[in-house]
């Protein structure tokens, strides 16, 4: 799918008698590679398209729109208050089963839950320095330090 900006960019090294590299393609491969790494560290970073596609079919009964559907492979939720927070309406969603019948809504998201853990691969590791936020730890007191 060609946008505004690929098309022009096409344009401009069709007009070229010698293709050449031009600024916007460098840039393009460089946000591309940025990007790619980006999701490498997200939990869709570990996603295949047999768990995406297994996601999409059992995720049926929960009648979730495509951009829920998103929202959940991309940051993979593992409790209530994130389903909460990335579902629009969870609570009207999870208050009927696949059958339309009312029923108990914490049980419903629990359900939605397990079987996000059970299709959607873990997200990958998370190195130490990046939970830390690069920071080294702080040396505890020592014992007799305290005591002077």
């Known amino acids: ?70 929202n959940v492979m991309n940051w993979r939720p593992s409790s209530a208050a994130d389903a909460y927070a990335m579902i629009e309406e969870c609570g009207r969603r999870f208050n009927r089963d696949e059958h339309l019948e009312a029923c108990n809504e914490d049980e419903r998201v629990q359900e939605f839950l397990d079987m996000v853990k059970e299709v959607l691969p873990p997200p990958p590791p998370k190195a130490e320095a990046e939970e830390d936020g690069g920071a080294e730890p702080e040396p505890e007191p020592k014992p007799d330090a305290m005591q002077e």
């Open 1 to 70: 799918m060609q946008g505004p900006l690929q098309t022009s960019k096409y344009l401009i090294s069709c007009d070229q008698e010698e293709p050449k590299l031009i600024l916007w393609d460098a840039w393009g491969l460089l946000l591309h590679q940025s990007v790619y790494e980006y999701l490498l560290k997200t939990p869709a970073g570990s996603q295949t398209r047999e768990s995406i596609y297994e996601f999409v079919k059992r995720s049926e009964g929960f009648r979730l729109a495509d951009a829920d559907k998103l």
